[in-house]
T-cell receptor, first 114, second 111 residues
């Protein structure tokens, strides 16, 4: 379903360049998350948002910034890409913090920094 | 910080076998999630549990809150079940910082 989409799906970029990944949702969910997935580490939280212009850092936030100017869009920016940021990035959304609400994940963005 | 441990890390089985994947966590949670990820694919939510047991088709998920342990079972396994299965938990403190994930179990079902 198209409730959450990530763009681009794949990107190759050079070290030192800025990169922005986009997460777009059509569900009007309050909470949005950016995770990175690396072999041997599982998924780790980069940044999250609990409302428009309300964001906070996660476990691995160094080198990343985010913005949420509209409910539907959550942007992740790598200010100056490094090879250690080569990863698969997943966006997720959730309607509520209640235990009765689950999470929906995007299809992922595979980023390669060369 | 909640630690989430999954076992086994890798599992290869024959078609038709009964599969069990385990997940344990260290502190109180509000819910536990089982997720599925096919190679090169996105992440799909299978179950969300806060107590007891849930069943969907050939998949069964159970949780024991006292023992801080959950299991995912697959009955009559099929090659299309081959995927990474990920356990994740949300804290009982109610913070907005999402899920804590296990490292996943790589399951291969051979025909």
């Amino acid at each position: 379903d198209a409730g959450i989409t990530q763009s681009p799906r794949h990107k190759v970029t050079e070290t030192g360049t800025p990169v922005t990944l986009r997460c777009h949702q059509t569900e009007n969910h309050r909470y949005m998350y950016w995770y990175r997935q690396d072999p041997g580490h599982g998924l780790r939280l980069i940044h999250y948002s609990y409302g428009v212009k309300d964001t906070d850092k996660g476990e691995v936030s160094d080198g990343y910034s985010v913005s949420r100017s509209k409910t539907e869009d959550f942007l992740l920016t790598l200010e100056s890409a490094t090879s250690s940021q080569t990863s698969v990035y997943f966006c997720a959304i959730s309607e509520s913090l209640s235990a009765n609400y689950g999470y929906t994940f995007g299809s992922g963005t595979r980023l390669t920094v060369v | 910080k909640n630690e989430v441990e999954q076992s086994p890390q890798n599992l290869t089985a024959q078609e038709g076998e009964f599969i069990t994947i385990n997940c344990s966590y260290s502190v109180g949670i509000s819910a536990l999630h089982w997720l599925q990820q096919h190679p090169g694919g996105g992440i799909v939510s299978l179950f969300m549990l806060s107590s007891g047991k849930k069943k969907h088709g050939r998949l069964i998920a159970t949780i024991n809150i006292q023992e801080k342990h959950s299991s995912l079972h697959i009955t009559a396994s099929h090659p299309r079940d081959s995927a990474v299965y990920i356990c994740a938990v949300s804290y009982s403190g109610g913070g907005a910082d999402g899920l804590t994930f296990g490292k996943g179990t790589h399951l291969i079902i051979q025909p």
